[in-house]
């Protein structure tokens, strides 16, 4: 490993091999379907398994990067893929995963080979399987943290891989983990969320939450244990997938997540059946030694800091002398855990630009500056952003310069420009609406940067259809687009959030126009900027004033 | 009955088809044919269905389209997206070789 460079989680023989064997299966699967041997009935579930769907307008593949964590090698062939084989672009997801939209049926095989050469590839992220499972962006640097999430997240993929008994839920299956108080990994409206916990001696541990999830029927999830033991891990895990797989309907898929199960059987019966099936099986094979835990840990283990002064001076004068480098360092750091460390987010937000979409050159440029200043780690964020997690402060400057040169360094993050928004009726076959462009006229509106900053953390979570892939459920402004006699609308929903304090927003009224919009999430931002104490955020401030002020501005006396 | 027009994806890259008068599938949707007869369509139902045994497309279904003095346009939006492309990037898609046609008109 060259010098610098920090160690991640290296495949196996075990993991190599089945992933060479399954990119040898797709392929031949691919050439019978071309053939006509394979009928689209027969094929689409094959596809699907591979992470291969077919949008409006071409095929899309769904590349999986486990717990949203890359190698800047990675992120190199993920560049070369979006160049040799798609349109010189991806498209970075909600569950840390990143799409292309363009590539050709034939060659959907070479792409997997070309993955799978850097230890990446498409399985299960599709289908009625448990899918990536998603964490932190700053785990193993947070500042707040209890422990690396990803090592227990690790632990899930080998477990969840292939696993025999799950390939076949009655519906898709998400799990996401967080080992901060401060939740970044949206736990709470997750298939399970595993929140790290101390207990009264001191050991950490995991809260489970089991049936959050958004959709056409958002819910927040319910604390099943309060405290998960660390070596119980995967077996709880276990009972909780065997209690869902045996009693989830099959009947309806509307009516099939883990979620639908809690509510219908209600949360003391079915925790009631999770903790009768772990009994059986929590000191069987599935239980952790402490040494396995160990060794996945050391996969995981901090970069080579050096001892540096809490404060670097030189990146104290810089900010002062440069307001641009200022704004940037106000919006898109956060405290690192290692003195004279900085981590440092870059926004896929620029004004007018699709969120979550980066060029080739540009996720080439980031794969050099991973290199060049954070030990060669790239974390995708499921706000459709990238981190670098180990920056040094008196190289911020440097960086920040780099990422201007590359487009990237807008100082955004958090703020009302900083939207998440599933790919919406430009390409997905699901969508009533468009979300995108949304977005970008959003953006555009509020494209003053010093007037975002005024209005400070700001969360604006579009979908294009119920099925919520924005989380607008979860924004402090929800946007959910509808189709009303072949015109697209917009519903607005306020209040919403995914951190710790999670809320499903409330539907303020009557839905937009698509021309009408953009000018109706810039009342509710007046309404909020108009009404705010100090520094109270939107949430606490509508909670104060109730949604009355909103109606009225958006909607007068009709 | 509605004036329809039958829409599939190609199977080798999902490319957005139309079937054409004379039983062929075209990318350009100005090459559909429409129709509001009841008959022609089941006959159109069929030829997908050759189209589908010989691997060359995908879900084909029919959707409503208006004539306007002889110019067909698809009636929603999802359908005039398919037949152009994505509206956040005018240079990929349909209307891609739109823009090339005409930039190439502009070179001559």
């Excluded at chain 1, 998960?228 to 891990?233: E, V």
């Excluded at chain 1, 099959?250 to 009994?279: C, H, M, P, S």
């Excluded at chain 1, 979409?357 to 540009?362: E, G, L, N």
Aim: with cysteine; aromatic share 8%.
């Amino acid at each position: 490993m060259p010098r610098g460079i920090k160690p991640m989680y290296r495949y196996d023989e075990f993991d190599q091999s089945f992933v060479d064997q399954r990119v040898s299966q797709f392929s031949d699967q691919v050439s019978r379907r071309l053939s006509g041997e394979l009928s689209e009935e027969e094929f689409r579930p094959l596809r699907l398994q591979n992470g291969l769907y077919l949008q409006l307008h071409a095929y899309m593949l769904r590349v999986a990067v486990p717990y949203g964590t890359l190698s800047a090698r990675q992120m190199r062939k993920l560049a070369h893929i979006a160049r040799r084989y798609d349109r010189g672009y991806g498209h970075f997801t909600t569950r840390q995963n990143i799409q292309y939209n363009w590539p050709l049926l034939e060659e959907v095989p070479d792409i997997l080979a070309e993955l799978a050469a850097v230890e990446m590839h498409a399985i299960q992220t599709s289908g009625n399987c448990i899918r990536n499972t998603t964490s932190d962006q700053y785990a193993g640097v947070a500042a707040d943290e209890i422990e690396d999430p990803r090592v227990y997240c690790e632990i899930a993929r080998q477990w969840s891989s292939l696993h025999p008994e799950f390939a076949f839920l009655p519906r898709k299956f998400k799990i996401a983990i967080t080992g901060a108080e401060q939740d970044r990994a949206a736990v709470r409206v997750h298939d399970i969320g595993l929140q790290m916990r101390r207990n009264l001696k001191g050991e950490a541990g995991f809260e489970v939450i089991v049936g959050g999830g958004l959709g056409r029927t958002p819910v927040i999830g319910k604390t099943i244990r309060e405290f998960l033991p660390k070596q119980h891990f995967l077996s709880y895990l276990e009972a909780i997938l065997r209690v869902y797989n045996q009693y989830g309907r099959r009947d309806n898929k509307y009516k099939a997540r883990i979620k639908i199960l809690v509510n219908a059987l209600g949360v003391e019966e079915f925790t009631r059946l999770v903790e009768a099936e772990w009994q059986s099986i929590k000191d069987g094979p599935l239980a952790l030694p402490q040494a396995e835990i160990e060794r996945i840990k050391a996969y995981f283990a901090p970069p080579g800091y050096e001892s540096l002064p809490s404060v670097d001076e030189a990146f104290l004068q810089a900010r002062q002398d440069n307001p641009a480098f200022a704004r940037w360092v106000k919006a898109n750091l956060a405290e690192h855990k290692q003195p004279g460390y900085a981590i440092a987010n870059i926004s896929l937000k620029p004004v007018g630009e699709a969120p979550g979409d980066a060029s080739d050159s540009q996720l080439d440029a980031i794969a050099d500056l991973a290199d060049r200043y954070s030990h060669g780690e790239i974390r995708i964020t499921h706000e459709q952003n990238l981190v670098l997690p180990y920056v040094k402060q008196a190289d911020l400057f440097a960086l920040w310069q780099d990422l201007k040169e590359a487009d990237l360094a807008t100082a955004n993050i958090g703020l009302v420009s900083d939207i998440i928004a599933c790919p919406g009726l430009d390409y997905c076959n699901l969508a009533n609406a468009r979300s995108i462009p949304v977005a970008q006229r959003i953006t555009q509106r509020f494209e003053d940067l010093q007037r975002q900053h005024d209005i400070g953390s700001l969360k604006v979570k579009i979908s294009g259809c119920i099925n919520a892939c924005g989380h607008h459920h979860v924004g402090n402004i929800g946007i959910l687009g509808v189709d009303k006699k072949g015109q697209e609308f917009y519903q607005i929903t306020l209040g919403g959030s995914a951190d710790q304090n999670t809320a499903i927003g409330k539907i303020v009224g009557p839905a937009f126009s698509y021309d009408d919009v953009v000018d109706a999430v810039e009342g509710v931002v007046e309404t909020y900027q108009d009404n705010r104490q100090d520094d109270e955020d939107f949430n606490a401030c509508l909670a104060r004033i109730g949604l009355a002020p909103f109606k009225e501005k958006l909607y007068g006396n009709h | 009955m509605a004036l329809q027009v039958l829409t599939a994806n190609r199977l080798r890259d999902g490319e957005v088809v139309y079937l054409t008068r004379d039983g062929q599938w075209s990318a350009d949707f100005a090459s559909a044919h429409a129709t509001e007869d009841a008959e022609e369509k089941d006959k159109l139902q069929t030829q997908a269905e050759q189209s589908l045994e010989a691997t060359l497309i995908v879900e084909p279904y029919f959707f409503d389209v208006a004539d306007n003095d002889g110019i067909l346009s698809p009636i929603g939006q999802r359908e005039i997206i398919r037949a152009k492309g994505p509206t956040v990037h005018p240079h990929f898609g349909k209307q891609a070789d739109l823009l090339n046609a005409a930039r190439d008109q502009a070179d001559v």
